[in-house]
Structure formats: structure tokens, C-alpha cells
């Protein structure tokens, strides 16, 4: 047990006296009593409670005697018995005025505070602490700064005292009679709430002056802090008394309404959902299930969280268009018309959209319902699931709005990009805070429509993380076995997708997992020719930027020459994007001389253009001439997410030993292709005009340009091989030749992807000559005429063939 404990303090007991030790002289040695967790001030009284044995031993020894004792403070408020350098330096003389025995071998004291004292020396350890003391009176100044902080104390703890019932009335009005400043100081000192080492520090402060202006800080944030915490008990009692006083209100108010035949909010809302689920004409357990939570709504207060959460719920239940649905317009040259209007060529997405439509009428003509055409398991589809894959700029995302203009269908257009979790596509359960449906959901309640043209753009950008794979939640959706019962998770009913046309667009679909591609049939859409490109910026490009930038058609028209030199040497695109923007650019400019009043030329010419655009950005056939010069760079062709592209290998040797180097940022398969390149050159030296002993003297570093972008696939095999034996016989590559194909270690050239796509990318960059497998020659059928025209293609077996295809004779 402690020497001292004042948890058992009763501040009703104190009494203020400043009273003497009834003339008793303070000796210079005393018994120091030692305090923990309290500081004994002059002039005040405050009980104690003993119940260390050397500490009762003391009081013992005191009461028969002069009853004076030092009461010091412990530095470390831990230890049960402090030794001497754990005490002050500065303590209190005290009086024991009362004694009483407890039943628990403890003893009350009520101790008076007399004089200040310092220790000088211990001269005794046992059986209790026992000091020479000096008295170390305080220095009691006069004056209007005093009077001032007297007075500032004084209202401080008042204040005070009307915050904290603990503090007893009569303790006011007894300070109130108290002229001595001291008294005054320590007594609310005594009184007030405070840190140990702050009632130490006002005990030893000399100057009366600054135990004031110490203890006036002390109240200060005392009130600001009692102030502070009354504030917020008010907001809370006067948001509680808020909510039971609405409550008493509304209860009120549906008392006189009921006494005036009028309705309340809450039989308002009842009536209201209850005739919308009627009217919704819903699926039968949705109806159910939306009765039921009607009928949860009519048994909850107005006020309660969960009323909120009920109404919302009946609010998406019923706004979701269960039976509204467009008329399919199924006039199919007006179909034809809409589709021909909006974009050129994309031939093989309108054939689609064209059958869609003939079958709808058929059906329609034949009088073949759905619901009753059906085999044991499946059902007739009468939905349907595209998925366009293209380049950039090639109108995937315009062709949904004309797919439903056609159709006289809504149109929804949600974007995938970056989606990560599944929350989003299938929404979140109805126990999260703030829950709502998903975007498919959300969309078609939106519309107001059940069978819309949906577009789900960038289907290939989805992303998963720990919120889970929201690629595997649209399996459900784009699935036609699994969508007549779509779940989201908010609503928890089936809703019928089955009749929604969903259209996806991609630019590549190696990153869809192949259970979602394997429930949409995917059409491509290549890159377009310098031919289309005109005819798109002579029928859609040009008429929308003239429009955009307030310019007239009569003020400005492009010539073919104008727009061939913008697709030729300032854009290098499969799409039209870019030809746009530099479309665009020159109506900027031209509207800007016309708002100047500068003079303005009408036609756009291959002079005009270069004029306003600046420098040509791209120098294809000169680029191709330029590096060709030497022996060891050959012209790939390659395909990417953004259309095709040429690619250029280039290779060299330095003196050294059968080293063989690749960078450029490529792929494990692309270095493999390299390898395999390299060993067949090197077991068919002879046969290819080589040295054998070439490479015993010889390193190899072949590199791919455009280090930036990563390389990767099989079809450059050929490609790197051309160069290796272009670099080893010091022959040039022709450069009008581009090639693509993998190689095999016997010489054999196999067939690759993305043939036409390469096709079109030679065409661009103005090459003559395309090699390439021959079983890639079926996918030349799809090509315009125009390139099929302007580029002869060379099938080639083996890579004997292409060597003397591609080779130059010296």
C-alpha cells in the first residue's frame, strides 16, 4: 500500500483555515511523511490515509507529541517507499488536527498545511524518514497586477465550480470572505483539477505574482476544456431531444390526419408501391418478393434506418422496365439506309445486323413464339452477342448508336476500362451500407427499356483484384443460356437480358479469357485503306469539323491531293483518329483568318497543308530506302493492338567469337525465332554462300528498333533470317519487299496471324512486294481490291525461297 492514497478524499470535510499550529514553534528537524499523487499546500486543509507501517509509526510518534510533520511529494509516483533522492525539494509543514483508526489497520488523518519548507539534510532513514528544514516563506508583492490576477482566479474558478457539481458551494462563499492572497492561491490550487508537477511547480514558486499568473494558465484551459466538453454534451442532449421531439411530432401528425380522413407519408408510400408492383406486371416470384418487403415496410416506423433501405429497394424493384419494350423496326433497307449513312464500308458487321433483322421478321411473319418453340433444355436465343475487335479509330463504339438507330432500339453505352471489381457488374448485396444494383442494372432502368442495344466498351481492359474477377460476372450476363436469369445482387430476383442485343468491342483478344470469348461471336474490323480513308473524311470527317468550328461548306472543301497528303505524311494510323485532328486543325486555322479578317483559300491543297500542319511527320517509302542502304536490315511486318505496322531488323557483326546478341525489348518467342534463325544459317552455310568458319571470328547483334515497345511472336523468323544472311553475304535486302512468316530449324516457313491487317500496313508505307506463307494466301480474300492491286504477294515454302525473293543480286 501507498504512504498516501487520496482516492477516499471527502472535499465536504475540508474546511478553509489559515489558522497557526496553536503557537506551537516549527522545529528545524522534522519527520518527513512522504506523498504520492497529492501536493500539500499552505493554508489548506486535506485529509490523508496512512497505510504504509513506517508511515503509521510516524503518525504515532507525531500525535504524542508537537503533532508537526513534513509532507513532501515523491518525484516517482511508483515506488511504495521513496528514498530521499526521490522526494521535492520544497515541502509543506503540516498539523495533524484529527486521527481515526480504520477497521482495515489503516489511519484517517485530516492534515492543515501551515509554512513552506526546504530540505537541508536527512539525519534519520529508519524507522522513518526524519530533516533538517529551513522555512522558506513566499515573497508576497501588492499592487493593481495582483488585485488583477486575485480578481481573474477568483472568476476563473467560479466558472468553474458551474460547470463541476463536485466542487461544494459553501467552498465559494467561504473564499469569498478570505482576504489574504495566499490563502486564496493555494486554496484554489488545492481545489483544482491539475497535473502533479503543476501543483509542485506553484508550491515552489517564491513570488506570489507568478503563483498566480501559473495557476490563472492552469484555469484558463481548464475552462476552455470544461467548455468545450459541455458543447458537445448540449449537441448530443439537442440531437436526441431533436429526434424524440420529430418522433412526438409525426406521431401527432398522423393522429390528425387520421382525425381528418387524410393520409400519412408512410401510407402514401404503400399505396404508391403497391400500385407500381402492380403496374410493373413483374415475373412472379420478383412480384413475391417485392410484396414481402411491402409488407416489412408497413410494420416500420417512418424514422428507422431500415425504412430508408426497404423504400429504396421497392423504388429499383419497380422502376426496372419488366414488360416495356421498343418495336423493332424491321424494314431492312431502312436498316440498309441508316447503316450506309453513318459509317462507310464495315461490310461484314452490317451483313450481321441485316440477318439479325431477317430473322426477327421472319419470325414475326411465321408467327414462331418463343416461349412455346422449345426443346427439353434450350430455349430459342432471341438476343444476340457481337463482339467487335479492331484497331483504334475504326468506329467499333459509333457503330452501336447507328446499330440501334437502325433498329429503333435505346442505345446503352457502358465503358470496362479499368473495372476491377465484380460489385460493379453484378452490384452489391442489400447488408452493405450505401448498397446499390450494378451497371447493368443501373443502365437498363435508365433506358426504360428491356431490350436495348447495350455496348460494353473496352471488354478487353477488364482487371481483377481481391474485390474479385469481373470478367467471370459478365459470363452470366453475355451468356444467351444464362440470361434469361440474370442476379444481381442487390435485387436478388431474376431479370430477363435475352432480348438486349449486347454488343463488346476489343482491340485485341488475347487479354479476354476464353470462356468469355467463347460466348460472343466475334467480328473483325481491319484497318482501312488510303482509298476508304478519303471517302470517310470526304463524307464524315470533313462535313463534322467544318460544322464543329463554325465554318460554312462553301468556305472551305478539301482536294484528294490535300487529304492524301494529310493519311501520307502526317498520320501513320489503321483508324481515322489522327486524320480527324489534323482535319480539324486546318478548320481551326482557317476559322481563325476568317475572324481576323485575313484572306482565306476555299480549296485545301497539298501546298495549304503543308503550310498549316508544318513539316511532314512521317517519310514511309523514303524511311524504308533510307534504311535498306546497307547489308543486315530487312522490313518485317507486324501486327499490334492498334493495327498493323512495318518492322525493321537490323543486324551487324564485330570481331569476336560465335557471340550472338538480341535487344530491343523482345520477347522469349521473338529471341527463340532468332536462334532458330541463326543455327539454320549456320548448319546451311555452304548452300547460302557463307564462310563457315566466319562465325569462329565473329559476333552477332542483332536488334530490333523502337526499343521503347515491347516484341514478341514467331512471325518475324524469316524477317531476322533475310538479315542475318543479308548482313553475312553483304547483299542488301531489297526495299520494296516487306515479309513476315515463322521459320522452323529445317528451313521451313510456316503460316502466321494477322495477315491482313500486315497487308494493309504494307500498303501504307508504300511496299511493292509482300512475302508470306503459302497457305496465308486465303487470307487475301478479304482485302480491297486496291491493295490487292498495288501489292504482289509472293508464297514462299521454305526459306531458300524467300532468300532469293529477297536478297539483291550483286
Known sequence: MSDFDNSDQELDDIQVSPGSAGGETIPEELPILPLRGLVVFPKTAIPLTIGQPRSIKLVDDVVTGNRLVGLVTSKVQDIENPSPEHLNAVGTVGIIHRMFRAPDNTIRLLVQGMERFRLKEFTALEPYLKARIEIAPEDVETGLEVEALLLNARKQFEHIADLLPTIPRELLVSLSSVTDPLVITYTIANFQRMEIEDAQKILEINSLTEKLKRLVTILTHETEVLELGQKIQNQARSEIETVQRQYFLREQLKAIQRELGDTDEQTIDLENFSKRIDEACMPEEAANQARRELDRLAHLPVASAEYGVIRTYLDWLTGLPWSKATQDNLDIPHAREVLEEDHYGLKDIKERILEFLAVRKLRQERGIVLSSVQEDIHCLREGVILCFVGPPGVGKTSLGQSISRALGRKFIRVSLGGIRDEAEIRGHRRTYIGAMPGRIIQSIKRVESKNPVFMLDEIDKLTMDFHGDPASALLEVLDPEQNREFRDNYLEVPFDLSQIMFI??????????????????????????????????????????????????????????????????????????????????????????????????????????????????????????????????????????????????????????????????????????????????????????????????????????SGAQPKDGPSAGVTIAAALVSLLTAKNVLPTIGMTGEITLSGQVLPVGGIKEKVLAAYRSGLKTVILQELNLNDLEDLPEEVKKHIRFLPVKTIHDVLISAIAKK
Open 504 to 705: 463488346t468491342t476489343a482491340n485485341q483478344l488475347e487479354t479476354i479469357p476464353l470462356a468469355l470469348l467463347d460466348r460472343m461471336e466475334v467480328i473483325r474490323l481491319s484497318g482501312y485503306t488510303e482509298n476508304e480513308k478519303i471517302a470517310i473524311a470526304r463524307n464524315y470527317l470533313v462535313p463534322r469539323q467544318i460544322k464543329e468550328n463554325g465554318l460554312r461548306m462553301k468556305e472551305l472543301s478539301f482536294s484528294t491531293d490535300g487529304l492524301k497528303t494529310i493519311i501520307r505524311s502526317y498520320t501513320r494510323e489503321a483508324g481515322v483518329r489522327n486524320l480527324e485532328r489534323q482535319i480539324g486543325r486546318i478548320c481551326r486555322k482557317t476559322a481563325t483568318r476568317i475572324t481576323e479578317g485575313k484572306p482565306v483559300q476555299k480549296k485545301v491543297d497539298t501546298p495549304l497543308v503543308q503550310e498549316i500542319l508544318g513539316k511532314p511527320l512521317f517519310h514511309h517509302q523514303e524511311e524504308i530506302s533510307r534504311r535498306l542502304e546497307v547489308p543486315g536490315v530487312a522490313t518485317g511486318l507486324a501486327w499490334t493492338p492498334v493495327g498493323g505496322d512495318i518492322l525493321f531488323i537490323e543486324a551487324t557483326r564485330m570481331p569476336g567469337s560465335k557471340g550472338f546478341k538480341i535487344t530491343g525489348s523482345v520477347g522469349e518467342v521473338m529471341q527463340e525465332s532468332a536462334q532458330a534463325a541463326l543455327s539454320y544459317i549456320r548448319a546451311n552455310c555452304n548452300a547460302l554462300g557463307i564462310d563457315p568458319d566466319i562465325f569462329e571470328k565473329i559476333d552477332i547483334h542483332l536488334h530490333i528498333p
